[in-house]
Every structure is written in C-alpha cells, then in structure tokens.
C-alpha cells in the first residue's frame, strides 16, 4: 500500500509563491504517474497537473500554465508543485495522486488514480 503525505501549504499574499511536496511511503513505489488537484470550499476538485514517472513528461491544466510547475525526484519518491504569482482563487486544499497501473490515460480524471494525499491547505490573502 502507498501513503501520500503533502506539505508545503500555508497563507502566502497575492503575487507570491510556494512550493508543494508529496512523499510517497510503503511498498517499494513506481507508479506510473503522479498528479496534483485542488479542491476549494463548495467546488469540485480539479486537476491542476500531472508527471509520468519515468518520462518526466508533464501535463498541466491551462488555467496553471506559465505559473505552476511539477516536477519529481525519484530517488527520493517526491513531488513537487512550484506555485507562483498566486491568486485568491487559488486557495484551496491541495492534494497529490498517484496512479499505480501502468499505460492509464486520461491523467486529468480523478478515477485515474488509486492513491490519494490528505491534503494540504493553500491559503491566498488579496
């Protein structure tokens, strides 16, 4: 079984930037991809950007491009999603997936993935 452990939330101003973590724990870890989602108050969650494990090939939802960046370490079974120039609207609690099959499409989708962070907090002051 995987665990997925996100840190790196936190209140940030507008215009400023953080940078997320998710550690992955447990059987020995290859999964096929990595992504990350947000889900803000009374909203459905969302996908912001995903990473093939080996190919580093990297997918990202327009409305992230230019200000958000994956990237991983697979030495260290990490990734990593560098936000900048934040906005209010991206507040939310941020959570990182792991899709474990191999060959999965549609890496946007949420039934993509099999295992899930608890989450970590973004908060955006204006």
């Known amino acids: 079984q995987v665990q997925l452990v996100e840190s790196g939330g936190g209140l940030v101003q507008a215009g400023g930037s953080l940078r997320l973590s998710c550690v992955a724990s447990g059987r020995t870890f290859s999964p096929y991809a990595m992504g990350w989602f947000r889900q803000a108050p009374g909203k459905e969650r969302e996908f912001m950007s995903a990473?093939?494990?080996?190919?580093?090939?990297?997918y990202y939802a327009d409305f992230v491009k230019g200000r958000f960046t994956i990237s991983r370490d697979n030495g260290k079974n990490t990734v990593y999603l560098q936000m900048n120039s934040l906005k209010p609207e991206d507040a939310a609690v941020y959570y990182c997936?792991?899709?474990?099959?191999?060959?999965?499409?549609?890496?946007?989708?949420?039934?993509?993935?099999?295992?899930w962070g608890q989450g970590t907090q973004v908060t955006v002051s204006s």
């Open positions: 997936a792991a899709v474990l099959r191999p060959g999965v499409l549609n890496l946007w989708r949420m039934a993509s993935y099999d295992s």
């Open positions: 990473s093939k494990w080996s190919s580093g090939t990297t």
